[in-house]
């Protein structure tokens, strides 16, 4: 009984192992916008110059298999990202429990839990979406693995690097109904990149002292607090001006865009109170929910319009 009990408490860990090596958060966070971009594309897409929209219809097959598609090559990125900065996260406090800097998993089972989750990955949206979609998809595996590992060791800007990748997913989504890289999936392409900006940096805030002594030159630890929040006002404005192009476009209605509006004022007054407070770590964390909760609402909103054609 007790050999029983062993063999079934080793067998679970062995599984959340592996299971935390593919970042599941990311991979969860991820899906919300994929989803809003496959929903978007279902909902109708301009056609002409007066920008009436044709009927959609929504696939689940296709979304299903896009969703799962796009969640294994995230999921894949994330196990080699996990490879390459193992030393490093051994240098910061957040991290230096990750599966590989504790050596919980042999490195050489990483490289073939990778490559299956990320052959799969591909292989799903080959058979089901567009090459289009495909390619897409392999573009932000490629900026996450490799221009992103390599950017933000040596530079400030590997941030913007990063978010390259991070806004591939709803685009994803969007051109695996569409198969069309138009001014929609631009759009929404763009509002990511804005987005993760104050988003990351608000991480690199609270987190300063382990990217300091990690090496990892964000802005904060290069630049200070005080011009990483001014940034952070400005993308906050950019991602607020862009998001609201899906109305003036014709892909969404007045209902998103009043919330668009609201959302981005409502992020752009707290980070202006950011110049005010003693607590730059207590705040940074607050900016940093309150970065997911705009992401989130953005999403539903527009997943929301493809249900009720707002």
């Known amino acids: 009984m007790d050999f029983k009990m062993s063999?079934?408490?080793?067998?679970s860990s062995v599984i959340k192992n592996?299971?935390?090596?593919a970042k599941p958060g990311i991979i969860y966070g991820n899906a919300i916008t994929t989803i809003a971009g496959f929903l978007?594309?279902?909902?109708?897409?301009?056609?002409?110059?007066?920008?009436?929209?044709?009927?959609?219809?929504?696939?689940f097959e296709l979304f299903l298999a896009t969703l799962l598609g796009i969640s294994l090559i995230i999921g894949s990125a994330c196990v080699f990202n996990n490879y390459i900065d193992r030393n490093i996260d051994g240098k910061m406090e957040r991290t230096k429990k990750r599966v590989?800097?504790?050596?919980a998993i042999p490195v050489k089972n990483v490289f073939t839990y990778g490559t299956i989750l990320g052959i799969i990955g591909f292989l799903t949206l080959f058979i089901y979406t567009n090459l289009l979609t495909v390619f897409l998809a392999l573009i932000g595996f490629f900026f996450y693995v490799v221009m992103y590992s390599i950017w933000k060791r040596k530079s400030i800007y590997g941030t913007i690097v990063g978010s390259i990748s991070g806004a591939i997913p709803p685009v994803v989504g969007y051109c695996a109904v569409s198969?069309?890289?138009?001014?929609?999936?631009?759009?929404?392409?763009?509002?990511?990149v804005l987005w993760q900006m104050p988003h990351f940096y608000a991480i690199a805030i609270f987190r300063i002292k382990d990217y300091a002594a990690a090496g990892i030159p964000v802005l904060p630890v290069k630049k200070g607090i005080l011009i990483t929040k001014i940034h952070m006002l400005f993308y906050i404005v950019a991602f607020t001006i862009i998001a609201m192009m899906l109305t003036f476009f014709g892909y969404e209605g007045y209902v998103y865009l009043v919330i668009v509006i609201l959302l981005g004022l409502?992020?752009?007054?707290?980070g202006v109170q950011g110049f005010n407070i003693a607590d730059?770590?207590?705040?940074?964390?607050?900016?940093?929910g309150i970065s997911l909760l705009v992401i989130t609402m953005l999403s539903v909103v527009v997943s929301i319009g493809y249900v009720f054609k707002i």
Do not use: E, T
């Open 40 to 59: 978007l594309a279902s909902k109708g897409l301009p056609v002409n110059a007066n920008m009436a929209l044709r009927p959609g219809y929504f696939n």
């Open 18 to 21: 592996y299971y935390n090596l």
């Open 7 to 11: 063999y079934q408490n080793l067998s």
């Open 266 to 270: 409502g992020w752009f007054m707290f």
């Open 100 to 103: 590989l800097v504790i050596k």
């Open 179 to 192: 198969n069309k890289f138009d001014i929609g999936a631009i759009i929404f392409f763009l509002i990511l």
């Open 280 to 288: 730059d770590s207590k705040w940074a964390r607050k900016m940093f």
